[in-house]
């Protein structure tokens, strides 16, 4: 599975859009964009994923670069709930073998 | 939406003894379920992948008699930390996978493990 780059940290006021990047330059077209976050002493909650288009459900949009070399992930109304450990994650399909093999992810504070 | 539970949620236990840890898919099958350990302000690691009824699959320089990994149904997968040492302490998660293709992952809520 590729390899994803990500700041460690970031900051995003209250109420305003946090849009979390990730590298993936080496990503193979048959992997996937997987994100997910981790609140203090949780485990990881899934937040969205896609392949080559942009993807938006309730939590979140996710934007694909048309070189896929890249994305953001987009919170359009941050609150402190989401104040947490993002997680970029390129992987495969299932059934083609993929995991879920964690980076150190960006720590993300939304701050009052 | 899809849960995984993991029971207990903490555990102490003393040196040289062994503890189970569950990891259930309350509202779904999982054929394949995987287990992580986390350290303090670390990422996930990725220890094991199981597969109801077949051995589990260990990633590159985990112990497989020391975390013995059991998948008997397909809701239910345990680890047990054999001979725990302290420096077994440690965040264990696991995770289920849906049963289909398109089945998506879904992660337990954590076991926190001290060794004493």
């Known amino acids: 599975d590729a390899k994803t780059t990500q700041p460690t940290s970031m900051d995003c006021a209250e109420g305003r859009a946090a849009n979390l990047p990730c590298n993936h330059s080496t990503i193979s077209g048959n992997e996937y964009v997987y994100w997910y976050r981790q609140i203090h002493s949780q485990g990881p909650q899934y937040i969205i994923h896609?392949?080559?288009n942009n993807e938006t459900n309730e939590m979140a949009s996710l934007i694909i670069t048309e070189d896929r070399k890249s994305s953001t992930l987009i919170l359009p109304h941050a609150t402190l709930r989401d104040t947490a450990v993002y997680y970029c994650i390129v992987r495969v399909a299932y059934n083609q073998g993929g995991k879920l093999i964690f980076g150190q992810g960006t720590e993300l504070s939304v701050k009052p | 939406g899809a849960v995984v539970s993991q029971h207990p949620s903490r555990v102490i236990c003393k040196s040289g003894t062994s503890v189970k840890i569950e990891c259930r898919s309350l509202d779904f099958q999982a054929t394949t379920m995987f287990w992580y350990r986390q350290f303090p302000k670390k990422s996930l690691m990725l220890m094991a992948t199981s597969n109801e009824g077949s051995k589990a699959t260990y990633e590159q320089g985990v112990e497989k008699d020391k975390f013995l990994i059991n998948h008997a149904s397909l809701t239910l997968s345990t680890l047990t930390v054999t001979s725990a040492h302290p420096e077994d302490s440690s965040f264990y998660i696991c995770?289920?996978?849906?049963?289909?293709?398109?089945?998506?992952?879904?992660f337990g809520p954590g076991t926190r493990l001290t060794v004493t």
């Open positions: 896609g392949l080559k």
């Open positions: 995770s289920a996978r849906e049963t289909g293709n398109l089945g998506e992952q879904y």
